[in-house]
């Protein structure tokens, strides 16, 4: 629980505890059992930061004994993006074949039962550079605004980086996309890889810190990669602008919210009748800005929307890709895995990529990102029907 964790940090400090117990296999197995959801910490009526001590505990144990294969693996994940990214049909193969995925479990500890995201063809930044939004922008009516792409937006599903653009351009707010921004670095702080975290976060402040300076919001689609910049990176990077990146990242959905707010969102939608279970991810608790998304969808004429309070996804970013968490990922996420298994909605609905892969995991049924439902509604994307593809007939525009 996270008491006794709390406890064990109280042990140590109190010299109950030894510090080289800090960087035992049995501190080790306590300490993985924090996959950083951060709920524990929203909990506590002191604020006690449980998730920061228990990152702190599991760099004790890398710095002693390294990383083990599979959080090396999944903390470098973007870089296999990148390697995976330039052939994505052979990629995702090699994702859907029996025997690779057994090599990839064996090798590289990825669960070879887990439904992993196929790779784009083209990856979002390439987009980015075709629609000249990797240049600055230097004169426009409206503040422009920074885009922090993350991992699964720019390998995975380069669509939800087009509706954000789609969206920030239909409310003439121009956006720029940095080129050598890198992914937050969440699955590092996660895995206790504090050293190699504070290299990735320092490469991301030399690409956003003087935009931050000059007052530029950084938009965060991924709700863990804004919690990484907002939170991660004030507590473990010593860097003279990282409260000033800090406190200009907003999530995207209260981003829009704040249109909302100051009567600057536009209001015409088009109709969907459909239904839709949404689920709010716990990194987007953590952040403490409510459900943002969730109010938006309600502005969406015949659009019904029904919050399933099911508990964590289980997933928590790299955790339940695991082979070794796999089975534990699901027992976690029971609750709303088998909510989706049996909902007769068309569709689920969340922020979070990890959590869409846990309510995927055991049905043909959909979840989609919010804002591409209204990018659709507003007539900025077309196709989202492929996405639904599973069920086409029960998801409709009028």
């Known amino acids: 629980s996270p008491r006794a964790k709390a406890n064990l940090i109280r042990g140590l400090s109190s010299g109950m505890l030894k510090e080289e117990d800090l960087s035992s296999p049995?501190?080790?197995?306590?300490?993985?059992?924090?996959?950083?959801?951060?709920?524990?910490?929203?909990?506590?009526?002191?604020?006690?930061?449980?998730?920061?001590?228990?990152?702190?505990?599991?760099?004790?144990?890398?710095?002693?004994?390294?990383?083990d294969k599979a959080d090396w693996f999944l903390s470098r994940v973007h870089w296999m993006g990148a390697l995976a990214g330039r052939a994505p049909l052979f990629s995702n193969?090699?994702?859907?074949?029996?025997?690779?995925?057994?090599?990839?479990?064996?090798?590289?500890?990825?669960?070879?039962?887990?439904?992993?995201?196929?790779?784009?063809?083209?990856n979002f930044m390439k987009y980015a550079q075709r629609e000249w939004l990797v240049r600055p922008v230097r004169r426009s009516d409206k503040p422009p605004v920074v885009y922090f792409v993350d991992?699964?937006?720019?390998?995975?599903?380069?669509?939800?980086?087009?509706?954000?653009?789609?969206?920030?351009?239909?409310?003439?707010?121009?956006?720029?996309?940095?080129?050598?921004?890198?992914?937050?670095?969440m699955a590092m702080f996660s895995a206790g890889d504090i050293d190699a975290a504070r290299k990735?976060?320092?490469?991301?402040?030399?690409?956003?810190?003087?935009?931050?300076?000059?007052?530029?919001r950084i938009i965060c689609t991924e709700p863990a990669a804004a919690?990484?910049?907002?939170?991660?990176?004030?507590m473990f990077v010593d860097h003279p602008d990282v409260q000033v990146l800090a406190d200009s990242v907003v999530e995207a959905g209260a981003f829009l919210r704040e249109l909302r707010d100051e009567n600057s969102l536009h209001m015409e939608f088009n109709p969907l009748?459909?239904?839709?279970?949404?689920?709010?991810?716990?990194?987007?608790?953590?952040?403490?800005?409510?459900?943002?998304?969730?109010?938006?969808?309600d502005l969406i004429p015949k659009l019904k929307v029904n919050t399933i309070e099911k508990g964590c996804s289980g997933m928590a970013?790299?955790?339940?890709?695991?082979?070794?968490?796999?089975?534990?990922?699901?027992?976690?996420?029971?609750?709303?895995?088998?909510?989706?298994?049996?909902?007769?909605?068309?569709?689920?609905?969340?922020?979070?990529?990890?959590?869409?892969?846990?309510?995927?995991?055991?049905?043909?049924?959909?979840?989609?990102?919010?804002?591409?439902?209204?990018?659709?509604?507003?007539?900025?994307?077309?196709g989202l029907e492929r996405i639904l593809e599973p069920v086409p007939r029960r998801f409709t525009t009028t």
Request: aromatic share 8%.
């Open 273 to 297: 009748r459909a239904s839709l279970d949404y689920h709010t991810p716990c990194h987007l608790r953590a952040l403490g800005q409510g459900t943002p998304f969730r109010e938006l969808l």
């Open 151 to 185: 991992h699964y937006a720019n390998y995975h599903d380069p669509e939800l980086g087009k509706a954000l653009v789609a969206i920030l351009r239909h409310h003439g707010i121009p956006v720029y996309v940095p080129q050598g921004q890198i992914t937050s670095g």
């Open 200 to 216: 990735n976060a320092e490469k991301n402040l030399r690409e956003l810190a003087e935009l931050a300076r000059d007052g530029m």
């Open 227 to 234: 919690l990484c910049l907002k939170y991660e990176y004030p």
């Open 93 to 122: 193969w090699v994702l859907g074949s029996g025997l690779p995925r057994w090599m990839l479990e064996k090798f590289a500890g990825i669960a070879r039962h887990r439904k992993l995201p196929p790779f784009a063809r083209q």
């Open 317 to 382: 970013g790299a955790y339940g890709l695991t082979s070794a968490n796999f089975r534990d990922s699901l027992r976690i996420g029971w609750k709303l895995v088998s909510h989706m298994k049996r909902t007769k909605a068309h569709a689920g609905v969340t922020e979070c990529s990890s959590c869409k892969l846990q309510m995927e995991q055991g049905t043909e049924i959909p979840t989609v990102h919010p804002l591409k439902l209204l990018a659709w509604s507003y007539g900025l994307i077309p």
């Open 26 to 67: 049995e501190m080790k197995s306590i300490a993985n059992l924090c996959f950083n959801c951060k709920q524990c910490q929203l909990e506590c009526p002191t604020n006690v930061n449980i998730p920061h001590l228990m990152i702190e505990a599991k760099a004790a144990y890398v710095a002693a004994h390294g990383l």
